[in-house]
Structures are given as C-alpha cells and as structure tokens.
C-alpha cells in the first residue's frame, strides 16, 4: 500500500452529447454504424451497461463479454486480459470515463491478477474497437475498450455469491449532481481447490470505486472517479499429481513439495475532468494519476517422480505405475518489487466547424516512474545432476588421458537488477471529421498523433485515417475503411533484458500499419432484427520485439527485433435467436506471423498465432414462464504454439489443444417491471431480485494454461507436463436492485 494513501483522488466522467446515430437497436445492444456523426469511429462495437450480466461470467467483469467478439482471444477464465487480432494484451487500450487505465506488471497467472479495473455494475456504455481506431486515442498497436460509466444508477445494489460480493450506492443532489460508491470482494479460493496442486491457496482480492459529478455552472461541470484495490495470493503448495500423454503412452508426475509464494498488488486511480460546453463545441481539462505497489516472494522447493502407467486393459495393474522414468528437483526463489507512479495532464477540444464539419486536438504530459527491484533465480535437477548439466571433459593426449570435471554448478535461470527509470512523455493529436450527401452519405476522418519521448528521445508521428459510406439504393447496408500507422513505446517489461539482466531503455517503440475494410447488414428473420458484420484486415509491423509467453507472463527480448504479418476475416452475428432475448455468434479466423532478425529461421508463429476462434453468447427463457432464464457462453479457440525451454523461437513446432469452455447460468426472475414481471407483495421493497446458480466449465473440459518442463538426464530428453486451468464449479448468487 506504499504510496497509495497519498494519491490524488481525482477523475471524470466523459459524456458525449447526443447525436442521432443511425443505431440498429436490438434490446439493450446498440451496434452502431453512426451515419450522422461526423466523429464515428469504424470497426467499432457499441454495448449498453444492460446487457452486461450478473450471471454466468466467471470473474464477473466486462472483459469476459469482450472475449465473445471477434478477432478476441481469450485462453484463461481467471483473467481479464485477452488478445486482439494476433496482438497481446500489452498492446490493448483501457479508458475509464476518457482516462487511460493501467494494469499490474508483474501477475504471472489469472489467480493472481486480481479484479478488473472496470466495474460492470456502475457501466452506462462501452465501445470496444479491434483495430483502425483514430488518433485522439493513445499509443498501443492492437485495440481500445472504450467504458463511460453511468451518472443515472438506482439507488442501491447487491449482489451476493459464493465467489464475491459487490455493493453499489448511488445519489443524486438537487444542482443535477451525481455520485456512486461501489465496492467489490472476490475470492479465487474454490477454482485453486480443483486444480493438480494440492495445499493452501489464500485469495482475496477487494476494490473501490468512487464516482461523481457536480455542475458548476450552466455551461461548466466538474465530474471524477476514484478506483483503489488490493490483492493478495498466498500458496503454501504440499503434492501434485498430472496424468498426460497418449493412449499409448500415459505418464504420471508426482510431485512434492516444501515452501510458500505470496504474491501482494495495490492499485489506485483518480482523474479530475473541467468541462465547458461552448456555442460551437467543448473544451475540457483533464488531470489523472495511477500508483501501483507490486510483491512477488516465493521459496519452494520441489522433488519429482516421472513414471510410466501400465495401459493394458487386461492387466490387474491397469492404471499404475510400471516404472520410473526419472527423479529431479527443482527450487525457485524471487524477491520482486515493483513500484509505478504515472501523472497525466490533458487538455482537448471539439469544434464544430459546419453543420457536417468537425476539429478535434489535444495535448497530453505524462510523467512516468518506476522502481523496479528484480532478484529470481531456479536450479533444476534431474537424477542428481544440476541442469543446464556440464559434463567431465574427456581429453585423451599422446602419453595419457587428461579428466577436466566441472568446477561450478550453474543455475537454470537467474537475474538480479534495481533500476529506477523515469520518462517525460509529451503527445498531440488533431482529427479532422466531415459529413456529405452523394448516391448515400458518406463520412470521413483524418488525423495525426504526435509523441516524443525524454527516455530515448525517440519522436514519431502516426497519421490515420477512415472512411464510411451508407448507400442510398441498398439502406440496409454500410461499407467502411480505415489505415493508419501506430506507434507503442517500450514499456518496463518490454525493456526487461532476462540474458542481460539490465533494462535495455534505448529501445525504440514497435510500429503497426492497420488497414481494414468491413461491410455490415441489418435485416429481419421471422420478424426480428439482426445484423451481420463481416471484416477484414492486414497489419504490417516493425521493430517489434519477441517473446515467450507462459500462462500471463510475457518475458520479452528486447535485445532482439523482428517484423511481423498479421492478417485475418472477422464476423458477428447479433440479433434475437429467441424473441425477447440477446444472442450473438462470432467467428474468426487469422495467422500471426514474425520474422527474427539475424536468426535465419524465417517466418515462424507469433505466441498469438492461434487460427480461429468462434464465441457464441445465447440468451433463452422459458414460453410458459419468462421469469425462469437461462445464459450460455461458449467458447472455442485454437491451440497456441510452444516449445521446449531455452530453445530458439523457431524450434516451437508444437501446439496446445484448442481451448474449449462452456458456461451456464439458470436463475429466477422474482420482480423486473421492465421486463414485465411485476414481483409478489413478499418483494415490495426491491426495484428488481433474480436469485441463480451458475455451472461453470459445464463440459469439465481441462484446458492448458502452459507447460512445466520436465527433463530425464538419462535420456537427454524433455516432457512438456500440462499446467490445466479451472474444472468444473457451481456458484449460488443473488442480485438485487432497491
């Protein structure tokens, strides 16, 4: 908690004035194609705080309705991060009420993450783009998620679950102003209770949000928000046991073991926004500052046994052991910290020139710190010898024979490093957006971003652009394009040098070229709206730098650069499945390619180079009885490559399974008005009460997180042993609105 007591609680809430928009409006879901607004943003999905559920989500935030669009990967149900269109989550936006919002550095999985800096409960709207995005947003290559909380919120809000807890009060003062307070509580606990690793598994993760606004004047508002948590994940791990291999190969690791990890993450966000509406547009000030405290302490030490299972059917010991492949060790250290301090000042604009025109510019100061202190290291053994393994030197000479044995034992892995590195960084933008009439109405934007860097010095400027059309002759179509060039400077984990132990601060920031076409249409089956959304795009990218990836961890080279290819087709289906209900299914398919400098290999696979993915979110009730519902999420995405540790890139050939999951959700609907269910006297005193149960992982599909590397010294061989994700879990919760 270092330092967060001292943040300044300040921050905003970013409201658009109304425009008619040209919606589609199916329920709560508004996908927008925006043809009367001059400013719209393409390859964009507009989602009202709504349609967000309280069921059958299993952390419970807006991130696992983001992962059913398409070009989003997401491979951990624990996790709010995901992937975009080959990118990772590194180079993915997050904006709060117009703020950019950061994460924490260090979480190597989705146990330790900790809750999402997006409450569902307080959104009133958010836009997700998956690429072309214009310049008035920051400096990442892949995507933005776009969240405008709500200034209109009932009174109160409770929701209560074996998993977590959330509560949210709300209040409106008589000058038009408004807060919300919300506070959240999760444990992880139970999924760590059905995973391979038996022991103690303490989380608890625990968050607090403070919204508000006040209007000053007739023209001048004054909002902010406030957004402070904590998380903490201790594990005192005693045995293992994982069965993996083929049918005609089944091997078991038993593994035991002695020792603690204990990973600790506070965070705190506040924003203050001055926003004046003028005759021909608004002008605001926007002040911003994010503090985060990171630990990571771990001592274990572990001993294994890696043996082959009898797999004849007819035998009285089918399913045990045959004998023992081989014996090791392994021990891991780490005393990391990592402390951030990021101050942002932004002032913009908007200025209608004309009835079709529209300037926008902005300029932003960031002043970034951070305190990094890195000490890791891990020894493996496999049969009483230290890996990587040095063997005695054999020399055999004209009069005798010369045994040279090792004189050191060297450890697997090992860094240590302090570095405090501070960055003023500077940028500007300036979009220009106009509207005309011809055979349809077309709109387009053109803009420029600037930043420079005091780190490395390093400037760039990246133009882009787009273009839409909704033609006259067919009105349930629409056409748009967008290209443009993006620029994402080197963060502290991107300059984190794991061969040299150093940061490598001179790095210059990876470049992405976007180019994407897209095609919608709206039409009625059965008498109900729907809306198919087809796209497809290439990027070209520079300067970027490699990395592995295990489970969350992306341990980058920076000392190293390539050039990658990304191109794929995405597709949405939206509309009412089932009359009365929110449905959608999305396919997409895409290669994710890079090419390493110097290493000869050509083109391999980025980390992200998973294929397909198809997302289907469906929504039902019962004909006789539309109080009883039913959700389900399903999910399918292609396995990731990998390989064996320590090798070169182009030696991961292998591929995970495809990553499969469904989740359900059945609750009871005792009072909603708006839905038509009028509640029983019993229920007077809530505006609105479903109670539920939640079946996750329905199937009980053991999907692959990552890999733990096993090697037999006698045979010089490696075994990739599965590290699986979450089995299946029942949740009881209940929500309710006063």
């Known amino acids: 908690m270092t330092g967060i007591g001292e943040l300044l609680l300040v ?21 927008v194609g925006q043809k009367s607004s ?73 146990q330790q993450e900790g809750l999402s800096a997006v409450h569902p409960d307080l959104v009133g709207s958010l836009e997700f783009q998956a690429g072309g995005f214009g310049a008035a947003y920051g400096d990442k290559m892949a995507s933005v998620l776009d969240v405008t909380y709500a200034t209109a919120l009932p009174k109160a809000k409770i929701d209560l679950g074996l998993l977590g807890q959330s509560v949210v009060l709300a209040g409106r003062g008589r000058r038009g102003g408004s807060q919300a307070f919300a506070l959240r509580n999760r444990t992880n606990t139970p999924w760590l209770g059905g995973l391979d690793t038996r022991g103690d598994f303490r989380s608890r993760m625990n968050d607090l949000q403070w919204v508000g606004a006040v209007r000053l004047t007739a023209t001048q508002t004054l909002d902010w928000v406030f957004v402070g948590g904590t998380n903490d994940y201790r594990v005192v791990p005693q045995s293992r046991q994982t069965e993996f291999g083929t049918v005609s190969e089944v091997l078991r690791l038993n593994v035991y073991f002695e020792g603690q990890e204990r990973y600790t993450y506070a965070t705190g966000f506040g924003g ?42 007819g035998s009285d010991q089918f399913g045990e052991v ?28 908007v200025v209608n020139t004309a009835e079709r025109g529209q300037w926008t510019w902005g300029a932003e100061v960031q002043y970034q710190r951070f305190w990094d202190a890195l000490f890791e290291w891990e020894n493996l053994d496999s049969a009483g010898y230290t890996l990587p393994h040095r063997p005695t030197g054999v020399f055999i000479g004209p009069n005798d024979t010369v ?17 405090y590195t501070p960055n003023f960084k500077s940028s500007a933008f300036v979009e220009w957006a106009y509207r005309w009439e011809s055979n349809g109405q077309w709109t387009t934007r053109w803009g420029a971003r600037a930043q420079h860097h005091t780190r490395n010095g390093e400037f760039r400027v990246s133009p882009r652009m787009a273009l839409s059309w909704d033609p006259e002759k067919w009105p349930q179509w629409s056409f748009r394009s967008a290209a443009g060039w993006y620029h994402q400077p080197a963060g502290l984990r991107e300059m984190r040098s794991w061969s040299q132990s150093a940061l490598l601060t001179d790095r210059l ?36 730098i490699p990395y592995d990836q295990d489970g969350l961890r992306l341990r980058y080279s920076p000392e190293l650069s390539s050039r990658g290819i990304m191109a794929g087709w995405d597709n949405r289906l939206h509309g009412e499945f089932i009359s009365g209900t929110e449905s959608w299914l999305s396919l997409s398919l895409f290669r994710a390619l890079e090419d390493i400098d110097g290493d000869d290999a050509g083109w391999i696979r980025r980390p992200t180079d998973q294929r397909y993915s198809f997302g289907l979110q469906l929504e039902d009730q019962l004909p006789q009885d539309p109080s009883f519902r039913v959700q389900a999420t399903f999910t399918l995405v292609g396995g990731f490559p990998f390989g064996a540790p320590g090798g070169d890139k182009s030696t991961q050939v292998f591929q995970t399974p495809p990553y499969r999951r469904m989740d359900l959700a059945f609750f009871k609907v005792f009072k909603d008005p708006s839905s038509g269910i009028a ?20 199937l009980e599909i053991r999907n692959t997180a990552s890999y733990f590397w096993v090697m037999d ?3 010089a061989r490696y075994y990739a042993v599965p590290n699986y994700l979450t089995n299946r879990l029942f949740n009881v919760k209940a929500v309710a609105t006063f």
């Open 509 to 544: 920031s990876q470049q992405a070229f976007h180019a994407i076409v897209a095609g919608q249409k709206t039409f009625y089956w059965s008498g109900r709206p729907f809306l198919w959304v087809t796209e497809a795009y290439y990027k070209s990218l520079q300067r970027l």
């Open 403 to 419: 045994y040279a044995p090792a004189t050191s034992l060297n450890l697997f892995s090992a860094v240590q490093d302090r570095a």
């Open 713 to 715: 010294i006698s045979s």
């Open 11 to 31: 921050g905003a809430l970013w409201a658009h004035a109304p425009l008619d928009t040209g919606k589609v409006r199916l329920k709560s879901v508004d996908v």
């Open 322 to 349: 045959s004998y023992w492949r081989g014996t090791g060790g392994y021990q891991r250290y780490a005393r990391n910290r990592l402390f951030s301090d990021i101050q942002t000042a932004k002032v913009q604009q």
């Open 679 to 698: 509640g029983k006297p019993w229920n007077r005193a809530f505006q609105k009460l479903s109670v539920g149960i939640d079946v996750f992982n329905l």
């Open 38 to 110: 001059p400013a719209q943003q393409p390859s964009a999905t507009v989602i009202q705080g709504k349609t967000l559920r309280s069921f059958g989500s299993v952390t419970g935030s807006v991130e696992s309705l983001i992962k059913t669009l398409p070009g989003v990967v997401g491979q951990d149900e624990l996790s709010s991060q995901f992937n975009v269109r080959g990118g990772n989550y590194d180079e993915n936006l997050l904006y709060i009420n117009g703020f950019e919002v950061f994460r924490p550095i260090l979480a190597r999985s989705g």
């Open 272 to 313: 203050l926004r001055w926003r004046k509406i003028t005759p021909r547009g608004q002008v605001e000030m926007r002040y911003s500052r994010y503090r985060a405290d990171e630990n990571e302490r771990a001592d274990v030490v572990s001993a294994y046994r890696l043996g082959e299972l009898n797999a004849n059917l």
